[in-house]
């Protein structure tokens, strides 16, 4: 089993920034991809981005540029950089890791982002 716990959401202006951070424990030795989704009110959860053990990155179109994934292999720790945030930005953000192998999902419970017009 792994666990993810976020941390860093919180309420912010339009225009701000906010970084989020997901912490992975447990059976971690074989997580391969980590990423964060997001899930607005009345809305499916959607991809933000992800980034692979060994660092390779992928984001959803709308928000290359403003938001940037890193990881931290020796902490087991994904974070997220918003920069430029809009309303639309509003949701719950749900940390994601992938196990290799024979692919296995694990979620965090989610930290809610409120950007204010």
């Known amino acids: 089993q792994v666990q993810l716990v976020e941390s860093g959401g919180g309420l912010v202006q339009a225009g701000g920034s906010l970084r989020l951070s997901c912490a992975a424990s447990?059976?971690?030795?074989?997580?391969?991809?980590m990423g964060w989704y997001r899930q607005g009110s009345g809305k499916q959860r959607e991809l933000v981005a992800a980034?692979?053990?060994?660092?390779?990155?992928n984001y959803a179109d709308s928000l290359k540029g403003r938001f940037t994934i890193s990881r931290d292999n020796a902490k087991n720790t994904v974070y997220l950089q918003m920069t430029s945030l809009k309303p639309e930005d509003t949701a719950v953000y749900y940390c994601n890791a992938v196990t290799t192998g024979f692919p296995i999902n694990y979620w965090g419970k989610g930290t809610l982002v409120t950007v204010s017009s």
């Open positions: 980034i692979t053990r060994g660092g390779s990155t």
């Open positions: 447990g059976s971690i030795f074989n997580l391969n991809a």
